[in-house]
């Protein structure tokens, strides 16, 4: 059974940077897609960034040129750098297989909050 534990949320002020981190357990992990998804409070849950096996990326344009997508296959872990956070960018951050149904590959983990406030 694969599992997803993401960490290194926090309280950060508008213009600052934080470094989530994604340790997948239970898959082979360097063949999957992988992504960043959000859940702002009453919103959907959106994917923002996305990277393959074969490191090409991909970013939701809100985010595009201040988020920076990563793997380290022989960790098992994805990162997400987010710099010039915004207080648009606050909300509960997941990793997950990027695809159309990503519970197909894990259950949601449980997530790690970012909120950006002054």
């Known amino acids: 059974q694969v599992q997803l534990a993401e960490s290194g949320g926090g309280l950060v002020q508008p213009g600052g940077s934080l470094r989530l981190s994604c340790r997948v357990s239970?898959?082979?992990?360097?063949?999957?897609?992988m992504g960043w998804y959000r859940q702002a409070p009453g919103k959907q849950r959106e994917l923002v960034a996305s990277?393959?096996?074969?490191?090409?990326?991909n970013y939701v344009d809100s985010v595009k040129g201040r988020f920076i997508i990563s793997r380290d296959n022989a960790k098992n872990t994805v990162y997400l750098q987010m710099n010039n956070l915004k207080p648009d960018d606050t909300a509960v951050y997941y990793c997950?297989?990027?695809?159309?149904?990503?519970?197909?590959?894990?259950?949601w983990g449980q997530g790690t909050q970012v909120a950006v406030s002054s």
């Open positions: 997950n297989a990027a695809r159309s149904d990503p519970t197909s590959f894990a259950s």
């Open positions: 239970g898959s082979t992990f360097r063949v999957y897609a």
């Open positions: 990277i393959t096996s074969a490191e090409s990326t």
